[in-house]
């Protein structure tokens, strides 16, 4: 079982940019593929990135492809998302999760760190 703290959320501009960090724990963590997910209020929760165990492949939703970035560190247990160019649309809940095939979240969820997009 992983347990996962997501941490980085904030306001910003559009056309900014935030870096969001999930620090992990449990001794699966560097063998497990990581995602990045969100949820905008009224909103289901969707998918946004997906990282490899080695970090050597990642995968995006559509809506943040060439603005966003996964990353991971499996030495200090965390996965990162860079997001650029960020637009009122990106506001939501985001939250960080082990992920099944594409992009299935599989484990539980953390409490999530608020991003919102405004001027």
């Known amino acids: 079982q992983v347990h996962l703290v997501e941490s980085g959320g904030g306001l910003a501009q559009p056309g900014g940019s935030l870096r969001l960090s999930c620090a992990a724990s449990?001794?699966?963590?560097?063998?497990?593929?990581m995602g990045w997910f969100r949820q905008a209020p009224g909103k289901e929760r969707e998918f946004v990135a997906r990282v490899n165990w080695s970090g050597g492949s990642t995968s995006y939703a559509d809506s943040v492809k060439g603005r966003f970035t996964i990353s991971r560190d499996n030495a200090k247990n965390m996965v990162y998302l860079q997001m650029n160019s960020l637009k009122p649309e990106d506001t939501a809940v985001y939250y960080c999760?082990?992920?099944?095939?594409?992009?299935?979240?599989?484990?539980?969820w953390g409490q999530g760190t608020q991003v919102t997009v405004s001027s």
């Open positions: 449990g001794r699966t963590f560097s063998s497990l593929p």
């Open positions: 999760n082990t992920v099944l095939g594409d992009s299935t979240p599989s484990g539980s």
